[in-house]
């Protein structure tokens, strides 16, 4: 099924109850994005929505690009210290 990839997920709290009954009735899949926001809400209907803020590549590290991201994939965690900063 169509999922969304990358290293979060922004959901709403009624979403995540009814996602988390829905996993307990579905085989084990251990690709959870695939599990969560392919299988799962393909069954019950829910509808994804791309957001640019999520980052699923490597991106540069200078501030204009770092601020504007929600959650960036594929950082060190030597690297994760100096974005903080």
């Not at 979060?8 to 995540?16: E, G, I, P, Q």
């Not at 803020?53 to 030597?78: D, L, W």
Request: glycine content about 6%.
């Amino acid at each position: 099924p169509d999922f969304a990839t990358g290293p979060a997920y922004l959901m709403t709290t009624d979403v995540v109850g009814e996602l988390l009954k829905a996993a307990g009735q579905e085989p084990y899949l251990r690709l959870e994005d695939v599990f969560v926001t392919g299988v799962l809400a393909s069954k019950l209907k829910i509808k994804r929505q791309h957001a640019a803020e999520f980052y699923n590549k490597k991106v540069s590290y200078h501030p204009c690009t770092v601020q504007k991201g929600i959650a960036i994939h594929m950082v060190r965690f030597h690297e994760q210290f100096d974005l903080w900063r």
